[in-house]
């Protein structure tokens, strides 16, 4: 079972930056990507990026943080992390990682869906003031 942890949320003010970590731990046979995710106040938990954990680290983003959110992978320490700038309020969130242990596509293939996700963290709250 593998478990994940979050870090580096806060307050931050609009234009700002933050980068968040995900540290995974546990035994896990196989990981083929691990993900971003948010989730607002009465809102549905939102796909914001991915990336695939072997290979060249290939990415994919949603369109609301593509050019504002980098993710990145660091598979010696088992870590994900999220780069966030030009924060806006609407950022505002959880923000959750989670792992994708193995693939049920051929080939490339970017899960966005919570369903396909396999285990989660407890999240991290970012808050944006104006």
């Known amino acids: 079972q593998v478990q994940l942890v979050e870090s580096g949320g806060g307050l931050v003010q609009a234009g700002g930056s933050l980068k968040l970590s995900c540290a995974a731990s546990?035994?896990?046979?196989?990981?083929?990507?691990r993900s971003w995710f948010r989730q607002a106040p009465g809102k549905e938990r939102e796909f914001l990026a991915t990336?695939?954990?072997?290979?060249?680290?290939?990415?994919y983003y949603a369109d609301s943080v593509k050019g504002r959110f980098t993710i990145s992978r660091d598979n010696a320490k088992n870590a994900v992390y999220l780069q966030m700038s030009s924060l806006k309020p609407e950022d505002t969130a959880v923000y959750y990682c989670?792992?994708?242990?193995?693939?049920?596509?051929?080939?490339?293939?970017?899960?966005?869906?919570?369903?396909?996700?396999?285990?989660w963290g407890q999240g991290t709250q970012v808050t944006v003031s104006a």
């Open positions: 990336v695939l954990w072997t290979g060249a680290s290939d990415t």
């Open positions: 989670a792992t994708k242990h193995s693939r049920t596509h051929a080939g490339v293939y970017y899960y966005t869906n919570i369903d396909e996700y396999d285990n």
């Open positions: 546990g035994h896990s046979s196989s990981t083929y990507a």
